[in-house]
């Protein structure tokens, strides 16, 4: 499975991005897939998954009623729609994925496909 992210930039305080990652290799629907970031001196850390039917999805409490999770199994697509960003958000957020037919793990052991990772930047 490949994944490639992409859509990252430089944003406002308060402002919006969405990121898109396509799945190749392998159809998304049996997939789990979630999204992570690092930022520069730490871990990487979990931000939200989402089940391969996309009905169950899971946040990090930081970014829950900002950031949303979608996904669209036709375009082997998941998606990352960051809202009113703050500049703690800047990180590399990568896209990672695993085979499951339930849940999606916040654990990022789990995940055994990872995108290459895609910059956002928030200024104050």
């Known amino acids: 499975v490949q994944l490639q992210a992409y859509g990252g930039g430089l944003v406002q305080a308060g402002g919006f991005l969405r990121l898109p990652c396509i799945a190749s290799g392998r159809t998304s629907s049996s997939l789990a897939m979630g999204w992570f970031r690092q930022a520069p001196g730490n871990e990487r850390e979990f931000v939200a998954a989402s089940s391969s039917s996309g009905l169950s999805t899971y946040y990090e409490a930081s970014v829950k009623g900002r950031f949303a999770i979608s996904r669209d199994n036709a375009k082997n697509t998941v998606y990352l729609q960051m809202n009113s960003l703050k500049p703690e958000d800047t990180a590399v957020y990568y896209c990672?994925?695993?085979?499951?037919?339930?849940?999606?793990?916040?654990?990022?052991?789990?995940?055994?496909?990872w995108g290459q990772g895609t910059l956002v930047t928030v200024s104050s």
């Open positions: 990672a994925a695993y085979a499951s037919s339930a849940g999606a793990a916040k654990n990022k052991d789990w995940y055994d496909f």
